[in-house]
């Protein structure tokens, strides 16, 4: 009697990078990119993601957004960093999409 082959898996879709902006237990905000957002917030919440939230958690996720590549995702965070305060809590309830923030994560 033949041996039935099972039909191979289905491959992996690639992960898509994204930019994400969580609200900590003190009230600060972080911002970090990631391919696996469920994955990375779980590990801020267990004091593994970053420094910065290590003590401040549980986090939220606030917003996150797409990214074409790692490096769109890495140029765009490096700029949505050096916004004040006020203008990402601004860009968190915008839903514009030709601001600087979202033209880096379209970049390639």
């Known amino acids: 009697m033949a041996k039935e082959r099972l039909p ?8 898509v990078w994204v930019l ?8 600060t905000l972080y911002c ?3 391919n696996d957002l469920q994955r990375r917030t779980d590990q801020h919440n267990r004091g593994k993601g970053a420094r910065y939230t290590k003590g401040r958690g549980p986090v939220v996720v606030l917003k996150s957004w797409p990214a074409v590549s790692v490096s769109a995702a890495l140029k765009a965070e ?9 203008a990402k809590l601004k860009k968190i309830r915008s839903r514009a999409r030709k601001d600087a ?8």
Not at 8 to 15: I, T
Not at 20 to 27: A, F, I, T
Request: with cysteine; proline share 8%; glycine share 6%.
């Open 8 to 15: 191979s898996p289905l491959p992996s879709l690639p992960k």
């Open 20 to 27: 994400y902006v969580l609200r900590c237990q003190d009230g």
């Open 32 to 34: 970090g990119i990631t």
């Open 78 to 86: 490096r700029a949505f960093k050096k916004l004040s305060k006020e």
């Open 101 to 108: 923030i979202s033209l880096l994560l379209k970049a390639l």
